[in-house]
């Protein structure tokens, strides 16, 4: 499934069709958190200590290799962590401090979007794979959101570091990154599922690409039982 906008306009391919968001909910969710965190006064450099023997030890987390016994991290730390690099722990925990994933949706509702489903959290998925498909989104409504987040990206600091976050993303390299022109950049977000065991899994990627006229196009691209990143750079290149 995939859709893209460019000058309002939307086209697609099975863009109303349900897809497993996996990493990608990290957005939706980010953008909850920034919500949050206005709403009871909280600044992004505020600090949380964490436990690393409380943390999952099992799941992608590069967080996990920043420290032993407990550390201190600001929301803007796992937020980074979360949006820039996929962090499954970060995310977990910004569902513990600032709420869990039906408080996300609901959020996502008061927004105006209805087609984004958030049920589970990462540790939940992680549990028992095939829940991940309670994370879901249609790639037109993701295309949608993406297209609010532009014309909000300035309203507070909390999304403007969240902006900066995702165009610092280092993750899905040969996904929409591989597509664009040499000279645009990309505020995007990944998502990948679980393997199966023929050695295919999900693969998403969806984003906001800044062309070097100045103009932005958006995108979303959501892949199941994908063989590689390939597949996600080949559906960009034919949408753009």
């Not at 979303?220 to 994908?226: G, Q, Y």
Request: hydrophobic share 40%; charged share 25%; proline share 5%.
């Amino acid at each position: 499934g995939a859709c893209i906008m460019r000058d309002d306009s939307i086209i697609g391919i099975n863009e109303d069709e349900r897809f497993a968001m996996h990493s990608v909910m990290k957005f939706p969710q980010a953008l909850y958190v920034a919500d949050y965190l206005s709403r009871k006064g909280l600044a992004l450099d505020d600090t949380i200590v964490i436990d690393k023997a409380d943390l999952m030890q099992d799941t992608w987390s590069p967080m996990l290799k920043r420290f032993e016994g407990k550390m201190a991290f600001s929301y803007a730390k796992l937020l980074e962590l979360s949006l820039g690099q996929s962090d499954n722990n970060a995310c977990e925990l910004l569902f513990k401090l600032c709420g869990k994933p039906k408080a996300v949706e609901k959020y996502m509702r008061r927004l105006g979007f209805h087609d984004i489903n958030i049920r589970m959290t990462e540790e939940q998925m992680l549990k028992n794979p095939a829940k991940a498909i309670e994370n879901n989104s249609t790639p037109a409504e993701m295309v949608r959101l993406f297209e609010w987040f532009y014309h909000h990206k300035d309203d507070n600091p909390y999304l403007t570091f969240i902006w900066k976050a995702m165009a610092d993303c280092s993750t899905g390299q040969k996904r929409i990154p591989a597509a664009i022109p040499a000279d645009a950049r990309l505020v995007h977000k990944t998502g990948t599922g679980f393997p199966s065991s023929d050695g295919v899994q999900d693969m998403n990627d969806a984003g906001i690409i800044l062309m070097p006229d100045g103009s932005h196009v958006i995108i979303a691209v959501f892949a199941k039982h994908s063989p590689s990143e390939a597949v996600i750079a080949n559906i960009a290149r034919q949408l753009l």
